[in-house]
């Protein structure tokens, strides 16, 4: 899989992009992460990608042009399967939709600043619209960097162990089970005798009645859904 960042500010991804997980997939040769500076692909001498709104409005909104080139410039290279455009006002990233994501070879995440984006981008080049919540940012850089720890993750290989990506929360619906490890007992905190017991059928059904109570618990409308 290849992902390919767009963004005014390179500089905030390197970071995420650079360790753990993502790091690991990407040594492997299972996923390719190039971050874009979008200020390459403008003429504006001054490297400018923005400019003020038309109607009086507030704040500066990012200009189609170096977008365009950008995305075109990407295009000419591959095909790509999905434009992602990071936006407060779009689908919500779930479980299944990084599941669905994951299955993709090739994406363009385009990560938004200022007021926001020119609406003939997301007219006529974005193909997706992602949030990852009811709230705004500076910028879609945080955005675009969970979105893409979501789906690469999900890659085979990417985790040493890939049952424990299949057994995460919201994989089936459900928050995922309590869990502990060593020591058995820690100031008279035990962990439940049931996973100390060794009975698998047992052990499942316990995670699963554990997994649904916590759900109706803290995330009733998942349930619902």
């Not at 995305?71 to 990084?98: C, M, N, W």
């Not at 599941?99 to 994406?107: K, M």
Request: aromatic share 6%.
């Amino acid at each position: 899989m290849r992902i390919d960042i767009i963004t005014v500010l390179p500089e905030m991804l390197e970071s995420p992009l650079g360790c753990s997980i993502l790091k690991r997939a990407c040594d492997k040769g299972l996923a390719e992460i190039v971050v874009h500076n979008l200020r390459d692909y403008t003429l504006d001498k001054h490297r400018k990608v923005d400019d003020y709104p038309f109607g009086g409005d507030a704040g500066m909104v990012m200009q189609i042009e170096p977008v365009d080139r950008c995305i075109s410039a990407l295009k000419e290279q591959r095909h790509y399967d999905e434009v992602i455009f990071t936006a407060p006002d779009g689908e919500i990233l779930s479980q299944p939709l990084a599941n669905r994501l994951s299955l993709l070879d090739n994406i363009i995440i385009l990560c938004g600043h200022y007021k926001g984006i020119d609406y003939r981008i997301r007219e006529h080049l974005i193909t997706r619209e992602i949030s990852i919540g009811d709230y705004v940012l500076t910028g879609g850089e945080l955005p675009a960097a969970i979105i893409t720890d979501a789906i690469v993750r999900l890659i085979p290989g990417a985790i040493g162990d890939e049952q424990s990506a299949l057994s995460d929360s919201f994989q089936d619906g459900l928050l995922e089970p309590p869990v502990y490890t060593r020591p058995a007992e820690y100031k008279g905190w035990r962990v439940p005798d049931i996973l100390l017991s060794g009975h698998e059928a047992r052990i499942a059904d316990w995670k699963h009645t554990q997994a649904i109570e916590r759900t109706r618990r803290l995330r009733p409308n998942l349930l619902n859904d």
